[in-house]
Structures are given as C-alpha cells and as structure tokens.
C-alpha cells in the first residue's frame, strides 16, 4: 500500500464561506442540455440563482443536495447537485503531475440508487462526444451492510471509460479524503492517504475538479436502483457535504 504525497505543493486551496450559494466567480455548474443527466436535473444558478440556494454553505461546508422532488420538470425527476472549478489544471503547466483532493461526507442511511462523487473533467468534444476524466464514484447501493465498494474510473480523450469498482471498509458516513493525481507516469486513487488502485495512462488536457450528488438511469446496473423513485409532490431531500478541497502540483 503507497501513501499518498502530502509534500506536494498547493496551488490552490478551497474553503466555503457560509451563505446561499458556494462562490460562483470559482464555482460553476452544468446548465442546458447539460444540466440533466441519468434520471436528475441539475441546479444552477441560472434556474434557481443564488438566493435560491443552488449549493448553499452551512457551517464551512458546500450543501450538495439531492431531492425527490423537481418542481421545474415537466414530468417526475430527481432534483441533483452539481460544482466544478471554473479553473483548469493538468500536465500542460504541471508537467511533473497534478493532485485533486476533496473531504467529503455521505448522507449515511439513504437509501441504495444515489450517487456521491468527487473527479477532475474535461469536455474535449461533443461531436464525437470526447472527454478526459478521472472519477470516484460512490454508490448509496454499497456504503452499509458489509459489502462497502466504491468505483474508480478513467477517460483517456474518449467516451470509453477503464473502471474497476473496489471493496472497501470506508465509513461513508464520516468525513473521508479522496485523492487523485496524475502524472506522467499514469493515476493513482488515494482513500484517506492509501493508495487503491493505480493505472497506467493520464489524461494529458487540464481538468476541472468536480463533485456531484444525482441518481443514474438503470443503464448504470452496478449504482441503479429501482427502489429509489422521484416524487411528484415535495418529498425527501439528502445532502451531500464537501467539507474542502485542494489542488496540488507535484514538485519538481
């Protein structure tokens, strides 16, 4: 097991400061076409604006909610969360490689059909549809009942991902650190300072640092379920709380 490298320097480090909305001159989020993916709409400030709360920070903690209810869709969806660093970095400024890294904790005790997520992107082309990528996913399927997993994923310039999903013993109920870095040499995921898995490949374009709370279509079987429906009328709502986030480049 390889621990990660605290030593690295930071060249950018994100705290929330509390109010109705994270920071938008650092903070963005999918809006159009873009803004609804698997069975979830996303919120941003373009529909709900900031006064309405599209990922509001309580006590130092960015809100990523997730709720049953979207009272601006036509038909039933889930009502999701969604913000990524207008800022960009890769291999391109960063040569020696680059490091994500999110706190985070999950609404423990919801149930099973929900994704948390913390990744770096970057949408290369939408005709082909083309993108780098480097994921952590975490489905609510597998946070209890002793078959705790998570899923790592990576895009190299493609819509083609190489993922393996990994059993873990992670509390995802408490707060937990997850890190990527990328370098030349390929990916390394990192839980709480361990490494998890490594590859071979990097995505060579800069990236944004990306975290998001939404429900997938059952095309995605490993993280569907069918058991978790969206409501027509107000209902339930989780949250999703990143606590921090940092960049870091390695040095050189």
Same mark, same amino acid.
């Given at each position: 097991m390889v621990k990660s490298s605290p030593s690295w @320097?930071? /060249?950018q480090s994100f705290t929330? &400061?509390?109010g109705a909305d994270v920071d938008r001159s650092v903070w963005q989020s999918p809006t159009g076409n873009a803004a609804y993916f698997g069975r979830t709409q996303i919120r941003n400030s373009v529909l709900y604006g900031a006064s309405g709360g599209a990922s509001p920070v309580v006590n130092g903690a960015a809100q990523l909610y997730l709720s049953t209810y979207n009272s601006l869709a036509s038909g039933q969806s889930f009502l999701g969360s969604q913000i990524s660093t207008i800022q960009q970095w890769g291999l391109t400024n960063y040569p020696n490689g680059v490091a994500f890294e999110a706190e985070v904790v999950c609404p423990a005790g919801m149930p099973g059909g929900a994704v948390t997520s913390m990744f770096s992107y970057n949408l /290369? *082309? &939408?005709s082909p549809f083309l993108h780098d990528e480097i994921d952590f996913e975490f489905a609510s399927n597998y946070w209890s009942g002793n078959n705790e997993a998570l899923n790592t994923n990576v895009y190299l310039d493609s819509n083609n991902g190489i993922d393996s999903v990994i059993a873990t013993n992670v509390n995802f109920g408490a707060a937990n650190t997850f890190r990527i870095e990328w370098t030349p040499s390929g990916v390394v995921w990192y839980v709480n300072g361990n490494s998890i898995r490594s590859y071979g490949s990097a995505p060579q374009s800069d990236m944004s640092l990306t975290l998001n709370f939404w429900v997938p279509a059952d095309s995605w079987s490993w993280a569907y379920n069918g058991n /978790?429906? @969206? *409501? +027509? *009328?107000? +209902?339930?709502q989780w949250t999703y709380q990143v606590n921090s986030a940092t960049v870091y480049g390695a040095p050189s």
């Open positions: @320097p930071v /060249l929330f &400061t509390d /290369l *082309s &939408t /978790l429906q @969206p *409501s +027509g *009328s107000p +209902g339930t």
